[in-house]
């Protein structure tokens, strides 16, 4: 079986650390799937999503993305393709505060080199289908949270990419706001977007996924395809108890 995302025997050891961080991983997903990622804190989520996304290298095994590998490139190389390919949405934002909404949010095309004119058109486009049309010259600080999040994911779909990661990304918000992102994750997956997200929330992975897997000690537990508005089950609940993030 091929997909869109393809890990193979990945291991990741960090200086100073008894155990492994990732451990003899293989992970396949499909083009098109909403997998959650779930487990107790140290388990491993937030480093099996830098390896993904090429911002951290394994020690052993290969990380391919889209046919092409991630775990082989050069750091220059890696940034590259990320921003090509790849959407990150991370808990806490990481907005620029000196940016306008509209500026971040051009941060990986114009870093992609991407024509200014159709970027702006693109970025605009995005802020208006997330409701955010109003607020391209307003400055972080003066949206809610929801709507920064809401900000960090028009940034992460800017460049298009095919595979779109968030590591936590209603970790900072109220549950209204946290269940307005996950709605939008959703309907980005319906409209043919992989999804690959880390949650400590077992309702959220019931409600949106496909697909679960749970980690612990780096290494893959359980993985659970799902009925979508089904229960979440015994295993979902005890891998997704709510703790700081991995």
């Known amino acids: 079986m091929t997909g ?11 200086s100073g650390v008894d155990r492994l961080a990732v451990d003899s991983v293989d992970l396949t997903v499909a083009a098109g799937e909403f997998l959650v ?19 951290d290298r394994p020690d052993a095994g290969t990380v391919s993305v889209d046919g092409a590998e991630v775990s082989a490139m050069t750091e220059a190389e890696a940034a590259r393709f990320r921003r090509r390919h790849l959407g990150f949405i991370f808990q806490f934002f990481h907005l620029l505060p000196t940016l306008t909404v509209l500026d971040n949010v051009l941060i990986p095309a114009q870093l992609g080199g991407r024509a200014s004119g159709a970027a702006s058109l693109r970025a605009r486009e995005l802020l208006a289908e997330l409701g955010l049309g109003g ?6 600080a003066r949206l809610s949270g929801g709507q920064q999040q809401r900000v960090a994911v028009a940034r992460a779909l800017i460049n298009e990419p095919r595979l779109l990661l968030a590591d936590e990304p209603t970790g900072a918000l109220d549950s209204e706001s946290g269940a307005q992102v996950m709605d939008l994750l959703g309907r980005l997956h319906t409209a043919g977007r992989t999804v690959v997200l880390v949650t400590h929330d077992p309702a959220l992975a019931a409600r949106h996924a496909e697909r679960v897997i749970s980690l612990r000690d780096g290494r893959v537990v359980d993985d659970t395809r799902l009925t979508q508005g089904a229960a979440p089950s015994a295993a979902l609940v ?9």
């Open 37 to 55: 990622v779930m487990g107790p804190s140290g388990s491993g989520k937030s480093t099996l999503l830098n390896l993904i996304a090429g911002m």
């Open 4 to 14: 869109i995302l393809e890990l193979t025997a990945v291991t990741r050891r960090y």
């Open 135 to 140: 607020q391209a010259g307003a400055c972080p």
């Open 238 to 246: 005890r891998f997704g108890a709510r703790e700081p993030s991995a």
